[in-house]
């Protein structure tokens, strides 16, 4: 059975960092493209960033680009977002998503996690 | 960047009556290579993360009940439930997953007439 499981949320100032993590397992992560999905409050879905199979390959939302940093850890099948100089637009859900098809960028997301909440606020 | 627009923001619909979502990209999601449209639909209840339902525009998948359905092509599609159940209520989600960023409408709120 597919499993992600998000931490690492919390209330954080403006200008702090937090680090996410998302724990994968049921399937072969080192096999797929890895992604952040984010949600404000009461909002629609928004792309943040994806990371390809051996972690050669990192893409980012225009909004956070130079701010967060996708990694992944394939020997413990963990999934990585350090986000750094936080502001309240960042303030959401983020779940951690698993495209449908293994090698495959351009994909729709047969699995999320539950997510995790960050909230940016003085 | 490609932007998906979704109609209406909102419905109610009695239950066991039809259910019509449109979604609308900016630039067509049609690969000619492939012949397939890179249009996904989710269902997202309170709470809870989105649930992939179609893919390639189409395409169900497992376990989703045959009410929903996708239709369209190049940049105009639907998501049709044909049935509404009241376990459907729901915000409803396209996706374009032909380029990147990948994009997301905004959403549609299913309720209960």
């Known amino acids: 059975e597919v499993q992600l499981l998000e931490s690492g949320g919390g209330l954080v100032q403006p200008g702090g960092s937090l680090r996410l993590s998302c724990a994968a397992s049921?399937?072969?992560?080192?096999?797929?493209?890895m992604s952040w999905v984010r949600q404000a409050p009461g909002k629609g879905l928004e792309w943040v960033s994806t990371?390809?199979?051996?972690?050669?390959?990192?893409y980012y939302t225009d909004s956070v680009k130079g701010r967060f940093t996708i990694s992944r850890d394939n020997w413990s099948s963990t999934l990585s977002l350090q986000m750094n100089s936080l502001r309240g637009e960042d303030t959401a859900i983020y779940y951690c998503?698993?495209?449908?098809?293994?090698?495959?960028?351009?994909?729709?997301?047969?699995?999320w996690g539950q997510g995790t909440l960050v909230t940016v606020s003085s | 960047d490609i932007v998906m627009t979704q109609s209406p923001d909102s419905l109610a619909v009695s239950l066991g009556e039809r259910a019509t979502i449109n979604c609308k990209s900016s630039?067509?999601?049609?690969?000619?290579?492939?012949?397939?449209?890179?249009l996904a639909w989710y269902q997202q209840k309170s709470g809870q993360p989105p649930k992939l339902l179609i893919s390639?525009?189409?395409t169900r998948e497992s376990g989703v009940p045959d009410r929903f359905s996708g239709s369209g092509s190049g940049t105009d599609f639907t998501l049709t439930i044909s049935s509404l159940q009241a376990e459907d209520v729901a915000v409803y989600f396209c996706?374009?997953?032909?380029?990147?960023?990948?994009?997301f409408g905004q959403g549609t709120k299913v309720e209960v007439k």
């Open positions: 998503a698993k495209p449908e098809r293994q090698w495959e960028q351009l994909c729709s997301f047969d699995f």
């Open positions: 049921g399937f072969t992560f080192s096999s797929y493209v």
């Open positions: 990371i390809s199979e051996n972690g050669d390959n990192t």
């Open positions: 630039r067509s999601v049609l690969y000619s290579s492939d012949s397939k449209n890179y």
């Open positions: 390639w525009a189409s």
């Open positions: 996706q374009q997953y032909y380029t990147t960023p990948l994009t």
